[in-house]
């Protein structure tokens, strides 16, 4: 039952883009084309997860046995640097277009701060359930990180899908662009507002 909490809460409650606003950046800049947003949600998911299971295990083992914690955040960004460019090897490889399509953005994933923030919060924050708070085990983290990246997969896409819908509208000058990104952000933001009662 916990683990179901945690999938609903992190994609759906606390998503992390649209509740938490971490993330914005490659939000706001790959979701011009569907394409590139499906490529840059399965990086991120990729990463997010990957970085999670590493930094969960170099904090329980390396920093906290030695009394190292307040190395976490530059240990964490290390990690995730080194991922991206694991990421970035691989793509390049097995699919160029979808590498030169996501362009800057992939290397941005480095400092794309929902992966760094869900690294942080699984190894620091308490969760609730019921009446009882702990701090996540292993599998719980590989869970939320994976739940957390879904969230940010399902609202870049259908971000993305929207964006691709107002560009062949006739949007008044003034809204064109950056504006009515963030007025549809907005609008789905509250959307998912209306899954707080689940959990």
């Known amino acids: 039952?916990?683990?179901l909490m945690i999938i609903i809460s992190a994609i759906f409650v606390n998503n992390i883009l649209l509740a938490q606003f971490l993330g914005i950046c490659p939000f706001l800049g790959v979701s011009n084309k569907l394409s590139t947003a499906v490529g840059m949600s399965g990086a991120v998911c990729f990463v997010m997860t990957l970085a999670t299971i590493v930094t969960f295990?170099?904090?329980?083992?390396?920093?906290?046995?030695f009394g190292l914690e307040f190395l976490q955040t530059i240990a964490f960004i290390l990690v995730i640097a080194a991922l991206?460019?694991?990421?970035?090897i691989v793509?390049?490889?097995?699919?160029p277009s979808l590498y030169q399509a996501l362009g800057i953005f992939l290397?941005?994933?480095?400092?794309?701060c929902a992966v760094l923030g869900v690294a942080i919060t699984v190894v620091t924050k308490e969760f609730v359930f019921g009446s009882a708070s702990?701090?996540?085990n292993l599998g719980e983290s590989v869970v939320y990180a994976l739940s957390t990246a879904v969230g940010y997969g399902i609202a870049m896409i259908l971000f993305a899908g929207l964006r691709e819908h107002l560009a062949q509208n006739n949007v008044p000058e003034s809204f064109?662009?950056?504006p009515i990104a963030l007025i549809t952000?907005?609008?789905?933001?509250?959307?998912?507002?209306?899954?707080s009662g689940m959990v």
């Open 176 to 178: 064109k662009g950056l």
């Open 57 to 65: 295990l170099l904090n329980k083992y390396l920093l906290l046995p």
């Open 91 to 95: 793509l390049k490889k097995v699919s």
């Open 84 to 88: 991206v460019q694991m990421v970035e």
């Open 134 to 136: 702990h701090l996540l």
């Open 107 to 112: 290397p941005l994933i480095t400092t794309n």
């Open 1 to 3: 039952m916990e683990y």
């Open 185 to 195: 952000v907005s609008i789905m933001a509250m959307a998912f507002l209306g899954f």
